[in-house]
């Protein structure tokens, strides 16, 4: 009985180890490079740019987070010139959400007046703030943010 056990978690395990393995090939070998670059090379882009955005999303919070999302950005970027997708991606050990925001390119996107985009921002707070229940202040705060490049 324990020969018959062992061989069964030994072959579920070589199962596991090759499933995990062929998806970190799949995985890598379609990845596109990215590279982040000085403020004078960016003035001269023409291509796409990728927006990140780096915000502080406890456990307890994610579904509030993804809702104002849907109702605040989502509809308002869609609505963007310039807009070509973006995906949200949480990390709950760190409990950090990275936003990749695709545009054509970075003029359209710079384009955007700053006063719209503040707006979007504030209604996006309110609504987080009346899902969490925190009326203290952002419960989305961003930690860090920036641009990429595709190479």
Known sequence: MKNYLSEIFNTRL????????????????????????????????????????????????????????????????????????????????????????TWSTRSLWKDIPQIEIDRVQELFEQIAMDLTGDHSSNPFPIKSQGELFPQ
Do not use: C, H
């Not at 070589?14 to 003035?43: C, D, K, P």
């Not at 989502?74 to 010139?81: D, H, I, S």
């Open 14 to 101: 070589i199962s596991l180890v090759g499933s995990i393995s062929a998806a970190l090939i799949i995985f890598a070998s379609n990845t596109q490079a990215v590279q982040s670059i000085s403020s004078s090379e960016v003035i001269d882009s023409k291509g796409p740019v990728i927006e990140y955005l780096m915000l502080s999303v406890p456990t307890q919070e994610k579904e509030a987070w993804l809702n104002a999302e849907r109702q605040t950005w989502e509809p308002w970027l869609n609505r963007q010139k310039g807009f070509v997708g973006r995906q949200l991606l949480w990390d709950p050990n760190n409990e950090e959400a990275i936003l990749l925001i």
